[in-house]
């Protein structure tokens, strides 16, 4: 599927903002079902300084610095993407979830850093130990790390209800798991928690998904939303992408733009400012499906 993706953030000051510094990560990241066609971020007011670069997960930022002063700052990225559907596995196929320790170390040069770093907790995916028994349950002995990575994103796309007022970015995962509600965001970090409870090594993604209006009703202007999921591993595949929010496995319908250890590696803008006081932040995103690739 080809995609016209537009995500606009407006921030409204209480007052004058003299200079600000910002961390972008919203240009689609390459992996082996994407393709970017063309990405441009437009910035208002315009930055004295933009650097673009590739953070240490492999995700392509910008770092602005804004030195002129201003009560509005405005982002637009806009990008063409083209998404494929990922390989069919049969995930019953894939080494067991308690034998991955016997796949790392066992020879000289075997540990594959960046895989086991996302074994690790981080300060955001510290599981209780009601959310590792919660993970546990669907990892039974033996069963392979795939389909219980399925079985878990099934669970709690059944048990929990999506709910944005619930939570808000600092929610803690615990909360959510105590409240059995939240949005795409609590429910990866949920799964990450449980996940490497077990030290099953997963990775959130942050990207968008294509949603579709109620039947016989338009899509609106600016209703889809930034969208999250996470990424398991497994020695046969490599990383594969479940959808806990919609109970799926990642399809052409996801598109991916950053992946890290939680949200707070790939968050689409963050930074530091002097000034401004009390702030509104408006975000509008559209994921619109084209025909054919546009014009590079």
Known sequence: MIFEVSHRTHYRYATPVAQ????????PR?????????????????PAMRHEGVDSFGN??????????????????????????PSAVD???????????????????????????????????????GIADYARASFGQGRPVLDGAMDLTRRIYAD?????GATDVSTPVEQVFAKRRGVCQDFAHLALAGLRALRVPARYVSG???????????????????????????????????????????????ITIA????????????????GGGEHVVTVGVDVVPLTAAPVQ
Request: hydrophobic fraction near 35%; aromatic fraction near 8%.
């Open 208 to 254: 968008y998904i294509l949603t579709h209006p109620p039947p016989g009703q338009p899509k609106l202007s600016g209703a889809d939303a930034s969208h999250a999921w996470i990424s398991v591993w497994s020695p046969e595949t490599g990383w594969r992408d479940f959808d806990p929010t919609n109970g799926i496995a990642v399809g052409e319908e996801h």
């Open 20 to 27: 600000s510094q910002h961390l972008v990560h919203m240009t």
């Open 30 to 46: 390459t992996v082996a079902h994407q393709t970017t066609f063309r990405h441009n971020l437009m910035v208002e007011p315009a």
């Open 259 to 274: 992946l890290g250890r939680d949200y707070n590696d790939v968050s689409p803008i963050s930074g530091v400012l002097i």
């Open 91 to 129: 995930l019953a196929k894939t080494t067991p979830w308690d034998r991955l320790d016997d796949r790392f170390g066992r020879q000289p040069g075997d540990l594959d850093l960046d895989v086991i770093q996302y074994r690790c907790s981080t300060r955001i995916t510290g599981a209780s130990q």
């Open 60 to 85: 392509p930022f910008s770092v602005l610095e804004v030195e002129v002063p201003h009560k509005e700052l405005v982002l637009l990225a806009r990008s063409a993407i083209e998404t494929r559907a």
């Open 160 to 164: 929990f209800r999506f709910d944005p």
